[in-house]
């Protein structure tokens, strides 16, 4: 790195309007150590008053480089980093990688391992909007909900915990299926969560839900309409907290979300509590899928048989003479995929979570990037704060639900 | 390919005489950089591709004509479609129009590729970098662009690595 430029007022004049040059609107740096920004997220805001006049993102803060660090691993090894894209949707993360790695070399999922891969990708889910509730409503000055909501969440986290060793960084699913089986407990475990949670929620609701200071904080506070949602490319919660219908497992179904009975609650405002309402509603929806997939869930293997792309079992190392050259190939080579491209969208918690993958015909992703929710909302904030009050941004920001790690990747 | 997007990619073939490629049941169209605001204009407003889904760039050095793609994939929400563009662009002075204009969420999807490629947009409002340092200097996802490990020392090429050590040296 070479000296260090000034930047220079020409630089960012237009991002600023006329007022602020002259001096009668004031400009005001918010993070990126701010609480309320969930992160490393920095602000500029151009302030009239208490109203915001511009607000122009700045990130970059949290970027790790991950896309290219992922070019010059294996396949399988690059999978270890996608957890930490988005720290609160890991599952998720693995979920949409292996699916298209999955699609890159043409590899099949046995149906156990599709079931389980629901399961958990669902109560990551409500792991992760526990979380959104709990520092969403703190940053609304509701400190009750966010423990509550971290004490649940820990139930999830123990499930996670027991099926792959660690809490939050799983890399449980892999290409072709999974790490290994789920064990006896998994099943009581969660059944559990299944009975409890349903009460939890509805406290939830007895807290915020009619709570005249939570209303008068989130209503009519960030409208964006359907049609403006659409044309800066949100997805998920946010785009259907502005009437829009549209989720991906519904209509996109991926790993079998076709047979599974649920609804996708929608709401017309488009301002901050009709999000709440669409993901509060939403985690009892996943709940339900959660239960139906666990009712259905059958026995069978976890990984695929296509010894050319996963791993052998265990077991058979020791008496078959394929099954540890596969294994030794495998772990030390990779394997090989096609020259091509792909484009695999899911739905996380988020939104729309798109992963690019490119394959030059070697064992190492030519190229992935990651079309991550954040980062497209993110650039909607400016769109969605004018005109409103510092003290509403933080509740903008809470809304639209962001994580840094998923943003600056 | 379902029905819809068999005929909007005729269509477009017809009318902008672009070359189709189909992989994995994803269908590609390549687009002369000339040409991609107009196809993008097109495809919006009417083919109801009412979302840019993904923008980014692939790098294929040492190749020199094209070096770089640039990737785009438009989605339509009523017609559950998706369509991917690839604007081949290259290596020497290497700028696209942007589509701002049409899809304003393109403004920080051409702001990282301008970070992580080097790749100018024409016509974009804020072309600043996004991810790196202001300051920064190259472009991290460039397939020249080394990773930045550190590479471990023995006895046979240590006097190479310690060369380039950046600590003082008696």
Not at chain 1, 46 to 60: A, F, K, M, S, Y
Not at chain 1, 75 to 101: F, H, I, P, Q, S
Not at chain 1, 154 to 173: A, K
Not at chain 1, 178 to 188: C, G, M, N, S
């Amino acid at each position: 790195m070479t000296q260090l430029e000034e930047v220079t007022l020409d630089e960012i004049r237009h991002l600023v309007s006329e007022r602020a040059i002259e001096g009668e609107t004031m400009l005001l740096n918010m993070g990126p150590q701010h609480p309320s920004t969930h992160g490393v997220l920095r602000l500029l805001l151009e302030l009239d008053g208490e109203t915001v006049v511009n607000c122009v993102p700045d990130i970059g803060y949290l970027h790790t480089g991950i896309e290219k660090n992922m070019e010059a691993k294996t396949y399988e090894k690059a999978e270890v980093m996608t957890d930490r894209l988005d720290y609160l949707n890991t599952v998720g993360n693995n979920l949409a990688y292996c699916m298209a790695v999955e699609k890159l070399v043409d590899l099949d999922v046995p149906v156990r391992a599709q079931v389980i891969r629901v399961i958990l990708t669902e109560l990551q889910r409500i792991a992760s909007h526990l979380v959104w509730l709990g520092t969403q409503s703190l940053d609304l000055a509701a400190m009750s909900v966010f423990l509550y909501c971290f004490r649940e969440r820990e139930m999830i986290l123990d499930i996670l915990e027991m099926v792959s060793g660690q809490r939050m960084m799983t890399t449980y699913i892999r290409p072709g299926g999974l790490w290994r089986d789920v064990p006896i407990e998994f099943e009581a475990a969660v059944r559990d969560f299944i009975a409890y949670f349903p009460k939890r929620v509805n406290e939830y609701e007895a807290l915020l839900t009619k709570n005249p200071i939570y209303i008068d904080r989130t209503k009519g506070i960030g409208v964006i309409s359907g049609e403006e949602a659409l044309h800066w490319g949100l997805t998920g919660p946010t785009l259907r907290g502005s009437g829009v219908n549209y989720d991906l497992r519904k209509v996109r179904p991926y790993m079998g979300y076709e047979q599974y009975d649920f609804e996708v609650p929608v709401q017309d405002a488009g301002d901050v509590y009709s999000r709440y309402q669409v993901r509060i509603e939403e985690m009892r929806q996943s709940l339900r899928i959660v239960e139906q997939a666990l009712d259905t869930l059958p026995y069978g293997p976890i990984r695929s048989n296509n010894r050319k792309f996963v791993p052998p079992p265990r077991s058979e190392l020791g008496v078959s003479m394929e099954a540890l050259i596969h294994h030794f190939k495998l772990w030390t080579e990779g394997f090989d995929a096609p020259k091509g491209s792909v484009y695999v969208p899911v739905e996380s918690p988020r939104g729309e979570l798109g992963v690019f993958l490119e394959g030059d015909g070697g064992p190492k992703p030519y190229r992935v990037h990651w079309r991550t929710p954040s980062f497209i909302h993110l650039q909607a904030l400016p769109k969605m704060s004018e005109g409103h009050l510092v003290a509403d941004l933080v509740a903008i920001i809470g809304s639209i639900d962001i994580v840094l790690g998923d943003a600056d990747r | 390919m379902s029905k819809f997007l068999l005929s909007v990619v005729q269509t477009m073939i017809e009318r902008f005489e672009l070359e189709e490629r189909t992989f994995r049941d994803e269908t590609t169209l390549m687009v002369s950089p000339e040409n991609i605001v107009e196809v993008c204009r097109t495809l919006h407003d009417e083919f109801d591709f009412n979302m840019l889904a993904s923008q980014t760039a692939v790098d294929y050095w040492p190749q020199e004509e094209p070096r770089f793609n640039v990737v785009y994939q438009m989605h339509s929400l009523p017609q559950n479609v998706y369509l991917c563009l690839r604007v081949p662009v290259p290596g020497k002075n290497p700028t696209v129009p942007s589509i701002v204009e049409v899809f304003p969420n393109a403004n920080w999807h051409e702001r990282e590729i301008w970070d992580m490629f080097g790749i100018r947009f024409d016509g974009h409002p804020d072309m600043r970098r996004i991810l790196m340092p202001y300051e920064w200097e190259g472009h991290p996802l460039r397939k020249d662009y080394p990773l930045g490990y550190e590479e471990v020392q023995f006895t046979f090429n240590f006097d190479e690595i310690d060369l380039r050590k950046p600590y003082v040296k008696e």
